[in-house]
């Protein structure tokens, strides 16, 4: 097997599994480009336009099922947008950006062990203030991490009570597919032309999130692959931290 089908089939993988929970997926597209020792600042727009497709699929499911509160969601877009814009324009040294990704893929790992925040039983009306301030550091490291940021969103939401599971998955998947837009805008200097791999990679990740994105949306349970992502993560992680 070629070493681009095998990647084809871990970005199919990974964009069922962030898909599900309401993500786009691009912290794990950057940890198998990782693995497979590609230089990932060269693929940040490839990236972002892989985040819009997968995260907007998802969205539109958790939409129809009724999950998605736009009170929930306005405040954090009104500020991550513009700062995702300005983020996504610096360029900071390799080593830099491998520490910060490397750091920012335990928050997936984190999330699909299981160990995420528990969602009250008792929700508490959204901060305005609390929630433009959250939407400004989140949209400014998705812009610069070259992420769509629901990562960091989604456990916000429920840890400060303000959603459930569902409804913040939703809110998290409308927030990547504007936030990557926006990081996508501040680098149009850097758009190039897709050759035929990046199209079979392209056509993988979607379709894995379309999938991810129906049953998702539709409660099920796959512990086993989840489990097998955390090591593609895992591994990831300590490659762009320690080398």
Known sequence: MSTDLIIALCLLLVGF????????GASGYLAVLSIFGIPVTAYRPFILIL?????GLSFSQYYKTGFFKWNLTWPFLLTSIPFAFFGAQIHLQKEHYNLLLGLALLF???KLLGFTPMVKQDFKPLNLIYALIFGAIIGFLSGLLNIGGGIFLSPVIILMAWANTKQAAASAALFIVLNSLAGLAGNIPNLNHLSQ????WFFAAVVGGSAGAFLGSRKFAIATVRYLLVVVLSIASFKLVFF
């Open 51 to 55: 985040n819009v497709v997968v995260a």
């Open 108 to 110: 997936p790992i984190i």
């Open 17 to 24: 599994l962030y898909a599900a929970v309401g993500h786009g």
């Open 197 to 200: 791999t990046h199209y079979i």
